[in-house]
């Protein structure tokens, strides 16, 4: 059954350094999302991707947060320089169509800060 | 805006109980319904999907209804495992946002042999 990966599972980072977390969707999908799980606290989504555009991104996605669907197969999140509140679990999930039509999620990247 | 609310855990089962986690929502329009189910160390699995009133999701012994006069979304299963322990959300798809997904605060379940 197809599913959606991500790396890695778990990273590590100084305050202030770049992270990138790395997703493959499954591959006929086309519209993929970001959301994060702050340990403790409720999943909230991060953002949106479709035909190689943000759809819509909370209030969460700032300045400091970046996607990119690099090639055919990846989609990524860049966070540019980390703070202390980015540690959460970063889950990444894709849908065939919009419309609520079912997001299958990845593992998961715990994100770190330190 | 849309939420989820869901009842707070940790809920502790015996073996074989039967199982309830309310969940009731605030939307606007007929959001889908969803539950997810995330087992200890690993990622968030869709349990059951509802896409309009009266809908009943089903899935591994599991079940919820889509009830639009209540605004809910309960979790029932009649006779739970040890393996059901694992923690539980409810979740809609946002109509006015792109259907981002709004979760609930999640159940623990625990179940005891």
């Known amino acids: 059954e197809p599913e959606v990966t991500q790396t890695p599972s778990h990273q590590v980072t100084q305050m202030g350094q770049e992270v990138i977390l790395r997703c493959v969707p499954i591959?006929?999908?086309?519209?993929f999302y970001w959301y994060r799980q702050i340990l403790g606290q409720k999943v909230e989504f991060l953002v949106s991707?479709?035909?190689?555009?943000?759809?819509?991104k909370s209030e969460i996605f700032d300045d400091q947060f970046s996607v990119e669907r690099p090639d055919g197969s990846n989609f990524t999140l860049k966070i540019r320089s980390t703070k202390l509140e980015d540690s959460a679990m970063y889950f990444c999930?894709?849908?065939?169509?919009?419309?609520?039509?079912?997001?299958?999620f990845g593992p998961g990247t715990r994100l770190t800060v330190l | 805006g849309n939420s989820v609310t869901q009842m707070e855990g940790p809920v502790t089962l015996s073996e074989e109980a039967f199982l309830t986690i309310n969940c009731t929502y605030t939307?606007?329009?007929?959001?889908?319904l969803f539950w997810y189910v995330q087992y200890p160390g690993e990622g968030l699995q869709l349990l059951l999907k509802?896409?309009?009133a009266d809908d009943k999701g089903s899935n591994k012994g599991f079940e919820a209804t889509y009830r639009k006069e209540t605004t809910s979304f309960h979790l029932e299963k009649g006779s739970v495992q040890v393996s059901d322990s694992a923690v539980y959300f409810c979740?809609?798809?946002?109509?006015?946002?792109?259907?981002?997904?709004?979760w609930g605060a999640g159940t623990k379940l625990i179940i005891k042999p």
């Open positions: 939307a606007t329009g007929y959001p889908s």
């Open positions: 509802a896409t309009k």
């Open positions: 591959s006929n999908h086309l519209y």
């Open positions: 999930a894709s849908s065939a169509e919009a419309g609520g039509d079912t997001q299958y």
């Open positions: 979740a809609l798809s946002d109509l006015l946002r792109n259907y981002q997904l709004i």
């Open positions: 991707f479709y035909n190689n555009e943000i759809s819509e």
